[in-house]
């Protein structure tokens, strides 16, 4: 999950960096931080207790749909194919289904 995270967070970082200048500090900055934003949570959870971990999951949960958002955006705005969407899309619905699994995992290990 972590690792998907993070690739994902490489791929939006090629694509912003195809966007035209004036989304530097709109669509483009806010897409970047927010698929950095699963992984980067991920990760500072990881250490902590499942309560906290939980929230930092929610959190990176959060971001992976703000991401979809913004694929939706950069699409229907030309700044990415059709297939980069689609594929975007693919991605993150796997990291979702994935950190969804992991938190309900955690849930009913602490209602034990």
């Not at 806010?30 to 939980?54: H, K, M, T, V």
């Not at 958002?69 to 619905?93: D, G, H, M, P």
Request: overall charge neutral; glycine content about 2%.
């Amino acid at each position: 999950m972590y690792q998907k995270a993070i690739e994902f967070g490489e791929i939006v970082h090629s694509q912003v960096s195809t966007f035209p200048k004036i989304e530097d500090y709109r669509l483009s900055a806010q897409f970047a931080r927010a698929a950095d934003s699963i992984a980067f949570n991920i990760a500072e959870g990881s250490g902590s207790s499942d309560a906290s971990f939980l929230n930092y999951l929610r959190i990176a949960r959060d971001s992976s749909r703000e991401c979809v958002a913004a694929t939706t955006k950069a699409l229907l705005r030309n700044y990415i194919s059709f297939e980069q969407s689609e594929k975007n899309r693919e991605i993150l619905v796997e990291i979702i289904k994935m950190l969804t699994a992991l938190m309900k995992y955690l849930n009913n290990k602490n209602a034990i």
